[in-house]
């Protein structure tokens, strides 16, 4: 299972790079909307939509909602800050209260558990992070400022994994996924603030004035983030009964399995940029 899940990941790894590296911004949307919108489809069924018809209508609301997003934030003409800020602010503003009902669970369901708000959710976890995936994109560099997001929730997962597995002892969130730790969770943030060390020291002259501290702060939060949407969706899946959204990623299960985490990090990540001045 580890040598499979390893070969897929340095297949989509490499995929990814290849995009950043060879398409264009609208190709690059285009594409990022076709792995939301498989996300979307996976979503669809944990909300309650067993229809087909049905699934894919929602999957056609999400489409339709990234492209009203494409147009008002003209992400293709340099995306204007005034107009991407408060919906990057809405985001987190979103995942605050998703850590409330992952916090609360399982009392927490009552509130999210009809078909309407799941399906709610699911707009709200997939058009945020990839309008942020897109801005990040718009900006001079902007492959390196999404692939440095990437590195961050992967960094931030690997060292949770190796030292929750080595230490771990204190379930962090029983309810939602018994096997993540407090030691885990903790190795985690110490990667990330070794990972935010190096970012600083590889800044490019242009953006000199951002300091070490507001690096560290953006990663912090980012790593953080990206806990609250890995839990978040891992709450949706057990209220739902199922372990993992599909079975499209060998050895990953579905595509949402692996957007939970961005999800999460994306937009706070891209609101963290402007914040710290880039």
Not at 139 to 149: D, E, Q, V
Not at 185 to 197: C, D, H, M, P, R
Not at 224 to 240: H, I, P
Request: net charge positive; hydrophobic share 60%.
């Amino acid at each position: 299972m580890l040598r499979q899940r390893v070969i897929t990941a340095l297949v989509m790894g490499g995929l990814f790079l290849a995009a950043i590296a060879f398409l264009r911004l609208p190709a690059l949307a285009v594409v990022f909307a076709v792995i939301v919108g498989g996300g979307a489809w996976e979503w669809s069924r944990l909300a309650g939509w067993r229809s087909p018809v049905a699934r894919l209508l929602y999957v056609g609301v999400l489409l339709g909602l990234l492209a009203a997003i494409y147009l008002y934030c003209e992400l293709e003409g340099g995306a204007p800050r005034e107009r991407v800020q408060p919906l990057l602010g809405m985001a987190c503003l979103w995942w605050s209260f998703a850590l409330l009902w992952v916090r609360g669970y399982p009392g927490s369901a009552v509130l999210w558990r009809s078909v309407l708000v799941r399906s709610l959710m699911g707009l709200l976890i997939l058009a945020p992070a990839w309008t942020a995936a897109v801005f990040l994109l718009s900006f001079p560099r902007g492959g390196f400022l999404l692939l440095a997001m990437v590195v961050v929730v992967v960094a931030a997962d690997v060292a949770a994994y190796f030292t929750g597995k080595a230490w771990g002892r204190h379930q962090f969130a029983p309810t939602v996924s018994p096997r993540k730790t407090w030691e885990g969770f903790w190795g985690g943030i110490a990667g990330s603030l070794i990972l935010a060390v190096v970012l600083w020291l590889l800044l490019p002259d242009g953006v000199a004035h951002i300091g070490l501290g507001a690096v560290m702060a953006v990663t912090v939060t980012t790593a953080l983030a990206s806990v609250v949407g890995d839990l978040t969706v891992s709450m949706v899946k057990r209220e739902s009964g199922v372990k993992d959204s599909g079975t499209l990623l060998p050895g990953h299960g579905g595509v949402l399995d692996r957007l939970d985490s961005l999800s999460g990090a994306a937009p706070v990540f891209a609101l963290g940029l402007l914040l710290a001045g880039w």
